[in-house]
């Protein structure tokens, strides 16, 4: 079995239900990504900063009861960060970040794994920004010609104080990344929509061997070698879209591993099998986006439906 470790933040997300009372729910990409490859059956460990306090202990203790090994998260005693989430009328969602003095500001020089993992996944501003970023960029560099990489911006533009500094800590991690995800979303942050293939093409030009766009309702598009191929998005009707990219980026490596094209990827990609992969990937975030809050689905669900 294909053993994936994860990098990116694990924090409290309160999303309010039907009556717009807030609940407490685990989130954070860094969460919502591994969650959805242990519900795959993926091998996964967190290699990630985690508070202990009352709320990092919750966290902790939820990750565990998804078969999630902790052995390699670094444990600090800075407060648990929280997220306060509101959704639009499209259920479209707005973060309310409280991260100042949390346990994002704590992390050793670089993450670990167990010698037998085989993939390694950063996401997120905890693997861009501050001590958690400068680990992440090192463990990326530090898995080349050892096993597969990945990497998913997720930008929040409100946790970049700094915006002209994001396209070079991104161009960092992408460089060292074998597979990189990013969504319109994101790629609005950086450019106006009709810059987005510009800057397409200068990631591309860092060497990611395969660059997927998820593009919500219009579908998702991979960009590999001299090729590209797109599916169109699964009609349904939304709860929110909460977890949706992160449950799409942890479906897309979880059908990967199964096809044994993650430790070393395939010498070619066939347009094909990538759009099964992405065909995968965006029906386990339609399942995500169909419930509140991010909840990737099992794969007993993934067979059902």
Not at 142 to 149: P, V
Not at 191 to 216: C, F, M, N, Q, Y
Not at 223 to 244: L, Q
Not at 254 to 275: N, S, T, W
Request: aromatic share 6%; proline share 5%.
């Amino acid at each position: 079995m294909t053993r994936i470790c994860v990098t990116g933040e694990a924090l409290v997300d309160y999303v309010p239900d039907n009556e717009g009372v807030l609940q407490w729910t685990p989130g954070g990409s860094g969460l919502n990504t591994v969650v959805a490859l242990a519900r795959l059956g993926l091998d996964t460990s967190f290699s990630a900063s985690l508070s202990q306090d009352t709320d990092g202990h919750r966290l902790s203790a939820f990750m565990r009861d998804e078969n999630i090994d902790l052995t390699h998260a670094h444990i600090s005693p800075k407060s648990c960060p929280h997220v306060i989430v509101s959704n639009d009328a499209r259920g479209v969602p707005a973060y309310d970040l409280h991260l100042a003095g949390s346990a994002l500001e704590d992390a050793p020089a670089c993450w670990s794994w167990d010698a037998d993992t085989q993939h390694f996944h950063a996401t997120s501003f905890a693997a861009t920004l501050g001590p958690c970023g400068d680990a992440s960029v090192a463990a990326l560099h530090a898995t080349r010609g050892h096993m597969t990489s990945s990497f998913d911006p997720n930008l929040r533009a409100s946790v970049f104080p700094n915006r002209s500094v994001v396209p070079l800590l991104l161009a960092q991690r992408i460089r060292h990344a074998d597979i990189v995800k990013v969504s319109s979303e994101d790629l609005d942050v950086l450019a106006p929509g009709i810059l987005h293939d510009h800057l397409i093409g200068e990631w591309r030009a860092l060497g990611p061997k395969l660059l997927i766009v998820t593009r919500g309702a219009k579908g998702a598009i991979a960009f590999f070698e001299n090729s590209y191929v797109e599916v169109a998005a699964c009609c349904v009707v939304v709860c929110d879209t909460i977890g949706a990219g992160d449950t799409f980026m942890g479906a897309f490596l979880a059908i990967m591993a199964q096809d044994k094209c993650l430790g070393a990827l395939p010498q070619a990609f066939a347009p094909d099998q990538v759009a099964r992969w992405l065909a995968f990937a965006s029906k386990a975030a339609s399942l995500c986006c169909m419930r509140a809050g991010a909840n990737p689905p099992r794969l007993v669900e993934m067979s059902a439906s």
